[in-house]
């Protein structure tokens, strides 16, 4: 008798086979049987007609690596249908990590990540220093499975303590590295992360940044020596920085026979070769052999801002930003005078600002009043008897300037054109950030999403090549071992859910985080039962008690 | 040759979600191409060379403008 039995599903294998009608029947975690009418019977029976049932999904850019220790689900990822997620992200993990460079750290996740202090002082007990430490602390609780990554700037720090973030490390420095990224690799990290962008809570770059090539050559040595993956977030920012750092990656895979993955990499109208122009310096490199994987979210990337801190979204507009840029006391009186307030008024269009502020909405989570939680301003100044620009103003000063507004789909938002490029076989579907940036926008339903736009909507994608992008794909080129495909003795993580409703949830702010601390989500839709290793972890809408993620073992 | 100068600044989407001032360039060798600022560097770069907003760098020598860097 099996443990599980799933009737009646549309079973998509992960590999890209097209959707066949057939049973799965699981038992002792793993898949022990697909196929059309099982007979044998199960403790649970899943009647999932109507349904899909693929292999979970598999998340590859995340940073939960706090949130585990309090939520092994990582919530809400585990409900849109993701099974096995990979922490540990842009050169930050949570271990190794000597006591005395805890806070060092926690100012780094803070600015990069804008994870709440109480994350790292309420919700968790540090009980370790090394990788070793870290994985026994959340192994035990979890609902995913998770193959964290090492942060190359921990490791840096670890040997050279402050020096880590001011100089190039010497010759018996890289070598302890290598020793320590060793240790951590034997562990079970998947691979290493590094950065060559991001800074820490006082503008200054963080440790991996101040690596020279011979100390990431060294460290990929090492990653060599277990054919793990090295992750980067490259010069985004700049597309011939980018295509130099895809030479360099290709390089270091090529020499070291290592994967390699660059984050993020998106589209924007401002720079529409961007992203042709990575993806044909990827097509050449990867015709030489070398594994140089792009991620691609899928979500488009809203702008958010409040009149607290000067966004660029008013630079076209200079007495807006002339006003904006003032210190925020003078700021608040000068948007308080009606003279000034009339010129920014008439600055902002012949139409009150309608076309350029009219579809803005306000979102929760802020000081923003209930009522106008979710409404466009355009509306709102309608009610008001204002203008947009107008309402912009005194909404803002009737709430301290902490409301904020939402441009949506201000970037990589062109279905049309995301569309081939999700499709795109050397496109690795990542880059969600899961469990990170968590006041700004969520970082969840990626998934979902994928489904209904690229599938339902624009057709870029067949159902059973979407499954593959996010199955089977990530799990071989992460090396995540009989993961990512339903098939015999593979692990029993399975997704089952309607094709024809499966999205993300509308955005909403939500106050789950230690100390009460705030976050955007978004709940899942049209995901019925999610199972890990073998037991129902998610169902009808509801977690269960179910702790049997694991941390993933690689091929 | 011509100096380096910029071609168009527009507002962008940027990943963390923050508004950013993508700046097309043409290089003295004719090349074009594009780089993101973030808001700092961007309000810096416009009040280091007296641009009242972002169209305003239209047309300036990039070396100029990327003193306020």
């Known amino acids: 008798m099996f443990d ?21 029947g699981i038992k002792d975690g793993k898949i022990l049987a697909i196929g059309e009418n099982l007979k044998d019977g199960g403790r649970q029976v899943l009647d999932a007609a109507g349904l899909v049932v693929s292999p979970g999904f598999i998340d590859p850019h995340t940073h939960f690596d706090a949130q585990l220790l309090w939520d092994g689900a990582a ?78 700037s921990v490791i840096r720090l670890w040997v050279m303590g402050a020096d880590a973030q001011q100089r190039a490390a010497r010759p018996e420095e890289i070598s302890a590295m290598q020793d320590l990224l060793r240790e951590c690799l034997n562990a079970g990290a998947v691979g290493l992360s590094t950065s060559f962008v991001d800074v820490d809570e006082n503008a200054r770059p963080v440790p991996s940044r101040f690596a020279q090539f011979q100390e990431l050559d060294a460290l990929c040595a090492v990653l060599g020596e277990f054919g793990r993956m090295l992750q980067i977030v490259p010069e985004f920012y700049d597309t011939d920085i980018t295509i130099a750092r895809i030479d360099q990656l290709a390089e270091l895979s090529l020499k070291h026979k290592i994967p390699t993955t660059l984050s993020p990499v998106f589209d924007n109208r401002q720079s529409p070769n961007n992203v042709p122009r990575t993806l044909a310096r990827i097509d050449e490199q990867m015709a030489r052999g070398a594994r140089v994987w792009p991620q691609m ?59 350029l502020m009219g ?64 499709a795109n076989p050397l496109v690795h579907i990542g880059a969600s ?3 990170a940036h968590l006041t700004s926008f969520s970082t969840y339903g990626d998934t979902g999403y994928l489904f209904s736009e690229f599938v339902r909507k624009s057709g870029a994608l067949t159902l059973e090549h979407a499954v593959q992008k996010i199955t089977s794909e990530p799990a071989e080129i992460w090396g995540l071992k009989d993961r990512g ?16 409703t499966i999205d993300r949830g509308i955005e909403r702010p939500v106050f789950d985080m230690p100390g009460g601390g705030m976050r955007y989500v978004r709940d899942s839709i049209g995901v019925d039962t999610v199972v890990v290793n073998g037991q129902i972890a998610w169902a009808k809408g509801a977690y269960t008690n179910a702790q049997t993620g694991q941390i993933c073992e690689l091929a | ?68 860097v």
């Not at chain 2, 600044?9 to 993508?22: R, S, T």
């Open chain 1, 4 to 24: 599980i039995l799933i009737k009646n599903g549309m079973v998509i294998d992960g590999v890209g086979s097209k959707a066949v009608l057939s049973d799965v």
């Open chain 1, 75 to 152: 919530k809400p990822a585990l409900e849109h249908g993701v099974t096995s997620i990979i922490p540990g992200n842009c050169s930050l993990s949570l271990a190794p990590l000597k006591a005395e460079d805890r806070k060092t750290l926690i100012g780094m996740f803070q600015q990069i990540e804008e994870l709440p202090p109480a994350a790292f002082t309420d919700a968790f007990e540090w009980t370790w220093e090394t990788f070793s430490g870290y994985r026994a602390a959340i192994e035990g609780t979890l609902s995913v499975n998770v193959a964290p990554l090492v942060g190359h």
């Open chain 1, 297 to 355: 979210q899928t979500r488009p990337i809203d702008i958010s801002f409040s009149l607290l801190r000067p966004s660029l979204f008013f630079a076209r507009l200079p007495s807006w930003v002339k006003i904006l840029r003032l210190p925020v006391t003078e700021r608040i009186s000068a948007l308080r005078d009606p003279v000034t307030a009339d010129k920014l008024v008439a600055d902002a269009g012949e139409d009150g600002g309608e076309r």
């Open chain 1, 359 to 422: 579809r803005l909405i306000v979102r929760g989570g802020g000081e923003a009043p209930e009522h106008l939680v979710g409404r466009t301003l355009g509306d709102i100044a309608a009610e008001r008897g204002e203008v947009p620009a107008r309402a912009l103003i005194t909404l803002s000063l009737e709430n301290d300037l902490e409301i904020a507004f939402l441009a949506a789909n201000g970037g990589h938002d062109s279905t049309d054109r995301i569309g081939p490029m999700l």
């Open chain 1, 433 to 435: 950030d899961g469990g």
């Open chain 1, 485 to 500: 495909i339903l098939k015999t003795g593979y692990a029993a993580d399975v997704v089952i859910f309607d094709p024809l």
């Open chain 2, 1 to 68: 040759m011509s100096d380096a100068v910029v071609l168009a600044a527009d507002i962008a989407a940027g990943h963390d979600g923050d508004a950013e001032l993508v700046v097309t360039v043409r290089y003295e060798n004719g090349v074009v191409g594009v780089v993101a600022l973030d808001s700092d560097s961007a309000f810096d770069i416009m009040q280091s060379c007296g641009a009242a907003s972002s169209a305003d760098l239209v047309g300036r020598p990039w070396h100029e403008v990327l003193k306020g």
